[in-house]
C-alpha cells in the first residue's frame, strides 16, 4: 500500500488504483486494510458517521450527504485543502450499493487511462448496470484536452466523476465540466475536530490500540502541528508513537510526551500552495491586513509567505503597489521604504532580506492610510476613456520648433516662477475639464496639509 497522497482525509492507493482501473478492475473501498498499512490508511472512515469535520455539507439533506447516500447522483469536485476529507467521501460514495471504484492521478494518468477506464465503465454498465466511480485525485493538474476527455462519459453518466482539488475549479476546470458537477467547499479542520481523529486514532484497534499514551500537551502540540490536516496529524501521531516505543525501557508503558513530537517534526505545516489559491489567498490577506492598519496580522500573513518559499521579489511587487494604492499621501515616505526593501531583496537576498520585507510591512501597515491617489488617476483614465480629452490649450503647446508661433503655439503661456507666489492664474486642462476635480485628498496624515492647500491652488490657478 502507498503512502499518504497529497489530497483526501486518509491515504488511497492511487497508483495501484490506476493500473487495475485500466485493466477492467477497480479497488474494493470497503475492503480492510493490512495491520502494516500507515495509520492514516488503517483510520480511514468506513462510513459517513465516522466522518470529522465539513457540518456544512454533510447534514441531513445536503447536497454532499445526499451523494454519498445515493440520493440524485451526480458528479461532483471537491475543492478544499489537503486533509479534508476529498478521498474520504469519494471512497464512501463508491461504497453505497456496491459501485465500482477507480481511481486515477491526475500527476501520472493521460487520456488513453481516461478511456480505458471509460471504456471499462461502460461495458461494466451494459453488462451489469453496475455505476462507476471515478475518482480523480488533483483533478486541477489534467490538461483542457484531458478535460474534454471526460465530458461525455460525465454527461451521458458512464461515470459518476469525483474530482479533487486544492485549486479553485473555476481557475483550474473547464467550464464544460464545471457546468456538469456539483462544487463543494471543504474547509479546513479544526482544531476540535483534529483532536476527535487523533483521540479515536490512540484508542481505537484499528490504530494504537491504546498500547501508547499522550500527554495533554503532546497532543496539543500535534493539533498545532497538523494545521487543519487530519492526515498529516495522524502521520506525526505515528512517527511520534513509533519513536516512543523505541525509546521506551523494557516492560515500561510508552508515552508520547512534548520532547518525542518535537523529535519528529521541527515546525507545523503551513497551508500554502505558491501555483494555487492560497497563494492569492495569502497575499489577499497579507495586502488587507496591511490597508486595515493590522500590523500583527500582516506579519502573520508575511511569516507564512517566507517560510513556505514565497518569491520574496512578489512579496516585495505588491509592498512596492500597495505603498501607493492604500497610503499614498498620506505618508510620502511609504514608497521610498517598499523600494528599498525590493532592492534590499535584489541586492541581498534572503534569508537576511526577510528584515527589509518585516521593515517595509511594519511601515505601511502603521502608516496613516488614503486611496486618494489611487482614486484621482483612475477617475482620470476613465475620462479619457470615455473620450473626455479635449485639445491641448494653444498656450501650453511645444513651441520649440520652426513655425510654432504661426500656428498659436506657447503664445501666451505665463512662467509660474515669475511671480513670488510660484502660482498664478492660468488655464491648464483643456476646455472640456475645466472645473474638474480629480485629486481628494484624505485629510489623514501628511494628506491633512494637502486637504488645506490643494482648494488654495485651485482658486489662485482658477482665478476664483
Do not use: C, W
Not at 319 to 348: F, K, N
Amino acid at each position: 500500500m502507498s503512502g499518504p497522497t497529497n489530497d483526501g482525509l486518509f491515504d488511497i492507493d492511487i497508483d495501484s488504483a490506476a493500473s487495475s482501473a485500466a485493466a477492467g478492475a477497480g479497488s474494493r473501498p470497503g475492503s480492510e486494510p493490512s495491520a502494516t498499512a500507515p495509520l492514516a490508511v488503517r483510520m480511514r472512515p468506513r462510513e459517513l458517521s465516522e466522518v470529522v469535520g465539513q457540518g456544512h455539507l454533510l447534514t441531513e439533506g445536503a447536497p454532499l450527504r445526499r451523494l454519498v447516500e445515493g440520493a440524485a447522483p451526480a458528479s461532483v469536485l471537491l475543492y478544499g485543502p489537503p486533509g479534508t476529507g476529498k478521498t474520504t467521501i469519494a471512497r464512501l460514495m463508491a461504497g453505497h450499493g456496491s459501485r465500482h471504484f477507480v481511481a486515477l492521478s491526475a500527476l501520472s494518468s493521460g487520456v488513453k487511462e481516461l478511456r480505458a477506464v471509460i471504456d471499462d465503465a461502460r461495458r461494466r454498465l451494459d453488462r451489469t448496470e453496475q455505476t462507476t466511480v471515478l475518482f480523480i485525485d488533483e483533478v486541477h493538474r489534467f490538461s483542457k484536452t484531458q478535460q474534454d476527455a471526460l465530458l461525455g462519459a460525465v454527461e451521458d453518466r458512464l461515470v459518476l466523476l469525483v474530482g479533487a482539488t486544492t485549486e479553485n475549479p473555476s481557475f483550474s476546470v473547464v467550464t464544460p465540466l464545471l457546468s456538469r458537477s456539483l462544487v463543494l467547499k471543504l474547509e479546513s479542520l479544526t482544531d476540535a475536530d483534529i483532536g476527535v481523529v487523533l483521540d479515536r486514532a490512540v484508542t481505537d484497534p484499528r490504530g494504537l490500540g491504546g498500547r501508547v499514551g499522550v500527554t495533554a500537551e503532546a497532543r496539543e502540540q500535534l493539533v498545532r502541528l497538523s494545521a487543519g490536516d487530519a492526515r498529516r496529524s495522524l502521520t506525526v501521531l505515528e512517527a511520534a508513537a513509533d519513536a516512543a516505543t523505541a525509546l521506551v525501557a523494557e516492560g515500561a508503558e510508552p508515552v508520547i510526551d512534548a520532547a518525542t513530537v518535537r523529535t519528529v517534526v521541527e515546525e507545523a505545516s503551513v497551508r500554502y500552495d505558491r501555483d494555487g489559491d492560497q497563494h492569492y489567498d495569502v497575499i489577499s490577506a497579507f495586502i488587507k491586513s496591511i490597508r486595515g492598519s493590522d500590523v500583527d496580522s500582516a506579519l502573520h500573513y508575511l511569516a507564512r509567505m517566507i517560510v513556505a518559499g514565497e518569491d520574496p521579489r512578489f512579496i516585495a511587487r505588491r509592498l512596492m503597489v500597495h505603498a501607493s494604492e492604500d497610503i499614498g499621501m498620506a505618508d510620502p515616505t511609504a514608497l521610498p521604504v517598499a523600494v528599498a526593501a525590493a532592492q534590499t531583496v535584489q541586492l541581498v537576498g534572503m534569508p537576511e532580506a526577510r528584515l527589509a520585507l518585516a521593515q517595509a510591512t511594519v511601515h505601511l501597515a502603521t502608516a496613516p492610510k488614503s486611496n486618494a491617489v489611487i482614486m484621482a488617476v483612475d477617475a482620470a483614465i476613465a475620462d479619457v476613456r470615455a473620450g473626455a480629452v479635449g485639445a491641448v490649450p494653444p498656450h501650453l503647446r511645444d513651441g520649440h520648433y520652426a513655425g510654432a508661433a504661426r500656428l498659436g503655439n506657447a503664445i501666451g503661456y505665463r512662467y509660474p516662477h515669475g511671480v513670488p507666489e510660484g502660482v498664478l492664474t492660468q488655464q491648464y486642462p483643456p476646455d472640456e475639464l475645466v472645473g474638474k476635480d480629480y485629486y481628494q485628498p484624505a485629510g489623514r496624515g501628511a494628506e491633512r496639509a494637502l486637504a488645506e492647500r490643494v482648494p488654495k491652488l485651485r482658486r489662485a490657478i482658477r482665478g476664483e
